[in-house]
C-alpha cells in the first residue's frame, strides 16, 4: 500500500555502500542510524518512511552487507547490516558484527540510533547484547517495534507492553509500527525529523 510520510515528496539521494563504520560523509549532518535482527523488516521501515523504495527487500535476510547512507533533507539515514543470521558463516558474521559494534561505538554522535524490534518476539539474546551495547556506548536510541499488523489490536496493546516490561521501559518509549498497514510510519518520520533537527542532540563526535 502506498504510505504518505512528510518525506514522501522530498528527494532523497543514495550516498553510498561503504565497509569503513568511520566512513566520512560531506556535509556533516545529523545521522539516524538503522539497527536491528535480520528479518526485523528494516529495509521495508526504511522504504515505508521514504515514501518508495530505496532499501532492498528481499525474502532472504543478510542481503545488506555494509553501511549503506542515504541522505534525506537534513540528515543521514545509515542502514547498518541485521544481526543474529545464523545461516550467515562465521567469518561473515564475525565481521558484519564488527562493523554494527563500531558504529555505534565510534560514529557520528549528532543524531540517534534506531533500534527495530519484532513486536511478536521477546528480545533474544542478539537483542539483549545489543541493548548493552547501546547503554555502554550512551546513544541516543528511538525504539521501534515492527510487523504489528501480524497481531489483532488487543493482542499489539499487550505484546507492547510485554516488549516494553523486556527492557525495563514504559510502553510509551516504544513507537509501534507496521510497514504493511502504514500504521505508526506517518508519526514516526515526524519523530525522527524533529530528533534530527535537535541542535543539542549528540553533539560531537565521540
Known amino acids: 500500500m502506498a504510505i504518505t510520510t512528510l518525506f514522501s515528496e522530498l528527494p532523497v539521494e543514495f ?9 566520512p560523509l560531506e556535509p556533516p549532518l545529523a545521522e539516524l542510524i538503522f539497527l536491528g535482527r535480520s528479518n526485523v523488516g528494516k529495509s521495508s521501515l526504511i522504504n515505508a518512511l521514504a515514501g518508495r523504495r530505496i532499501a532492498k527487500t528481499s525474502g532472504t535476510p543478510g542481503k545488506t552487507q555494509y553501511l549503506n547512507a542515504f541522505r534525506f533533507p537534513g540528515f543521514y539515514l545509515i542502514d547498518l547490516p541485521g544481526y543474529g543470521y545464523a545461516k550467515l558463516g562465521r567469518a561473515e558474521r564475525t565481521r558484519l558484527r564488527k562493523l554494527v559494534d563500531d558504529v555505534i561505538k565510534t560514529r557520528n554522535r ?3 540510533v534506531v533500534w527495530l524490534l519484532d513486536i511478536r518476539h521477546p528480545p533474544s539474546d ?3 547484547t545489543m541493548a548493552d551495547l547501546l547503554a555502554e556506548a550512551g546513544r541516543e536510541t528511538i525504539i521501534v517495534l515492527t510487523k504489528g499488523d501480524k497481531l489483532s489490536q488487543a493482542q499489539r496493546h499487550a505484546a ?3 516488549r516494553a516490561d523486556d527492557l525495563g ?3 510509551d518509549d ?3 509500527t507496521s510497514s504493511a498497514k502504514g500504521f505508526g510510519i506517518a508519526e514516526l518520520a515526524e ?3 524533529e530528533t534530527a533537527r535537535d541542535p543539542n542532540l549528540g553533539r560531537g563526535t565521540g
Open 15 to 23: 550516498i553510498g555502500s561503504f565497509p569503513d563504520p568511520r566512513h
Open 110 to 112: 549528532r543524531g540517534a
Open 126 to 128: 542478539d537483542d539483549l
Open 160 to 162: 507492547a507492553k510485554a
Open 169 to 171: 521501559l514504559d510502553p
Open 174 to 176: 516504544l513507537l509501534l
Open 191 to 193: 519523530h525522527l525529523d
